[in-house]
């Protein structure tokens, strides 16, 4: 079974310039999660989705970090303008729905670095 | 709101020797556990969980973590670290229940010398 998968890994830009990440769930998770992980730090929330429905949104940047997850499935994360302080990983998860007992299955991360 | 507090950012052991990473955590709910590892370069990978029953959990490669709710702890061992070991590893809380978030801690980097 394929697990969560994210592209691009890696990211290099000039500040003020736009980047966007893609996800691609486990099959069948209706659960979506963006973390940000900052070097040496554990990882944030930045949003859940619930299907469609971005349940948890409350740790977004909204100034210049969107995400968006059409048709419940694949979610994408954009940021712009980037800032020198978003140089960070970017995890995309997912869980099935029903509890917070499931297990949360994370990507191998897109790793970003503002220059 | 739960809190995680892992209290040894970095954590060198020689092969073969036991090892504790430890981890507490603040709640005025009851709570699920998690330990996860994070090898170089990759995701995160889910170690072990508590979700209740019996205090101790186990991994299938060795680890081991006891929740003891008196301490608020939740602290991961082994008894015999191997090289390939080697990662950091995030200690996790998420509110019992059907609603709350992961929360994570700063994590410990576990170097294990040969």
């Known amino acids: 079974e394929a697990g969560v998968v994210q592209s691009p890994r890696y990211k290099i830009i000039e500040k003020k310039q736009p980047v966007a990440f893609w996800c691609n769930p486990i099959s069948g998770h209706n659960t979506l999660y963006w973390y940000r992980q900052n070097l040496g730090q554990g990882p944030e929330l930045l949003i859940r989705?619930?299907?469609?429905?971005?349940?948890?949104d409350s740790q977004l940047p909204k100034d210049r970090f969107s995400a968006e997850r059409l048709k419940g499935v694949d979610s994408t994360l954009k940021i712009q303008p980037a800032e020198l302080g978003d140089s960070a990983v970017y995890l995309c998860a997912s869980s099935p729905s029903g509890g917070n007992a499931n297990t949360i299955y994370f990507g191998e991360g897109s790793w970003l670095t503002v220059v | 709101a739960q809190s995680v507090t892992q209290l040894d950012s970095q954590v060198p052991v020689f092969e073969e020797a036991p090892v504790e990473l430890r981890c507490n955590y603040s709640?005025?709910?009851?709570?699920?556990l998690f330990w996860y590892v994070q090898y170089p370069n990759q995701g995160l990978q889910l170690l072990l969980k508590y979700l209740s029953g019996s205090t101790l959990v186990e991994s299938i490669n060795g680890f081991e973590a006891e929740f003891n709710k008196s301490q608020t702890s939740f602290h991961l061992r082994k008894p015999s670290v191997h090289i390939s070991d080697t990662a950091e590893y995030f200690c996790a809380v998420r509110k019992g229940g059907s609603q709350g978030n992961l929360i994570f801690g700063k994590g410990t980097k576990l170097s294990v010398k040969p």
């Open positions: 989705y619930e299907n469609e429905e971005a349940v948890d």
């Open positions: 709640s005025s709910v009851s709570v699920y």
